[in-house]
């Protein structure tokens, strides 16, 4: 089945400064990879998702970019604000496509004022 | 507003209690799944549903089931509680839409002290 590996599992940065979460995944044919904020006793929402047949995605700071070759997709933060500090959980979906998304561990992202 | 509903929002009981978490939606959706989740930690599946009277285990199943009567309601039942399943449960669903995966909708999660 697939296995989502994501790294840091802590981060902190000053702010303004930018933030890079890795995951890897292991089933060479997943096509579609999410990326979560769970902000502190709320809800895991979505925030920005890629498909395999693009490389990158961007939506004002955040940005996805993804490498099929080495198996790996990393979320992209830049000019950080107190209000991205929250928990972040990759995704990707096991073979066969029709079974729930794999989630990674979260990465927990301190913006330090 | 479409939205996924959980009750309680907050649950203590004692050991040996027969509990059920409720989950609504209001989305339309086929897909809904249940999560355990210590606050800020990694998110497991318990069950998931694709449809009515379909339902599946997910990695930490064997303590609890779940039916799909209805499209909108996904209860998950606890038979018998005990201190470890102390955590806070996260209902949440999705569109069907063939083997394509889309966003997910999380409720706002119940948290269950078990004493």
């Known amino acids: 089945g697939e296995n989502v590996e994501q790294h840091p599992s802590t981060l902190s940065v000053q702010e303004g400064d930018s933030a890079v979460i890795k995951c890897t995944y292991s089933?060479?044919?997943?096509?579609?990879f999410p990326w979560y904020k769970q902000e502190l006793g709320k809800r895991p929402q979505l925030i920005i998702d890629?498909?395999?047949?693009?490389g990158e995605k961007k939506d004002q700071r955040i940005a996805v970019t993804l490498n099929k070759t080495a198996k790996h997709f990393s979320l992209h933060i830049t000019e950080t604000q107190p209000e991205d500090s929250a928990v972040y959980f990759c995704a990707a979906p096991p073979r066969g496509g029709n079974t729930p998304l794999v989630f990674g561990k979260g990465t927990r992202l301190s913006v330090i004022a | 507003e479409a939205d996924i509903y959980q009750t309680p929002r907050y649950l203590v009981i004692g050991t040996g209690k027969k509990i059920t978490l409720e989950c609504s939606q209001t989305m339309g959706h086929d897909k809904m799944y249940w999560y355990q989740q210590d606050p800020g930690m990694e998110l497991h599946l318990i069950h998931y549903s694709y449809g009515v009277n379909s339902t599946e285990k997910g990695d930490l199943s064997s303590e609890s089931t779940v039916s799909r009567i209805r499209t909108e309601h996904f209860p998950l039942t606890l038979e018998s509680a005990r201190p470890s399943h102390t955590s806070q449960y996260l209902c949440a669903s999705s569109e069907l839409d063939g083997r394509a995966y889309n966003e997910q909708f999380f409720g706002p999660g119940t948290r269950l002290t078990v004493l």
């Open positions: 890629i498909r395999s047949n693009v």
């Open positions: 089933d060479s044919a997943s096509n579609y």
